[in-house]
């Protein structure tokens, strides 16, 4: 049974930094992608960022590339995002997800059958 569990999040001012953790276990096996998804009062659900376990390898979203980076601890199975440079923009539930994803698809939530339980983040002076 796949389990994800989420750390992380709060409030913080325009241009802060926050970290949000994501510990995953049950897979089989190494080879699948973490990443988080987020969605913001009223809008829809979006991607993020996505890291793959087996080899590290990170996928962005145009809206954070610059300003947040993920990681992942193989031996903890745990991914982290770190955020820097916050907007008010980024004020949103953040969601992390797992799965055997290809990488090429890694922004593609319905591909997810795996998913944390959510963490708020709020940017606001």
Same mark, same amino acid.
């Given at each position: 049974?796949?389990?994800?569990? =989420?750390?992380?999040? $709060?409030?913080?001012?325009?241009? !802060? &930094?926050?970290?949000?953790?994501?510990? +995953?276990? %049950?897979?089989?096996?190494?080879?699948?992608?973490?990443?988080?998804?987020?969605?913001?009062?009223?809008?829809?659900? =979006?991607?993020?960022? $996505?890291v793959h376990?087996?080899? !590290? &390898?990170?996928?962005?979203?145009?809206? +954070?590339? %610059?300003?947040?980076?993920?990681?992942?601890?193989?031996?903890?199975?745990?991914?982290?995002?770190?955020?820097?440079?916050?907007?008010?923009?980024?004020t949103a539930?953040?969601?992390?997800?797992?799965?055997?994803?290809?990488?090429?698809?890694?922004?593609?939530?319905?591909?997810?059958?795996?998913?944390?339980?959510?963490?708020?983040?709020?940017v606001s002076?």
């Open positions: 049974q796949v389990e994800l569990v =989420e750390s992380g999040g $709060g409030t913080v001012q325009p241009g !802060g &930094s926050l970290r949000l953790s994501c510990t +995953v276990s %049950g897979f089989a096996r190494d080879y699948y992608l973490i990443g988080w998804f987020r969605q913001a009062p009223g809008k829809g659900r =979006e991607a993020v960022a $996505g376990n087996s080899d !590290g &390898s990170t996928y962005y979203a145009d809206s +954070v590339k %610059g300003r947040f980076t993920i990681s992942r601890d193989k031996a903890t199975h745990t991914a982290y995002l770190q955020m820097n440079g916050l907007k008010p923009d980024d539930d953040y969601y992390c997800v797992a799965d055997n994803v290809l990488p090429a698809q890694w922004y593609v939530q319905a591909l997810y059958d795996y998913w944390g339980q959510g963490t708020q983040v709020t002076s």
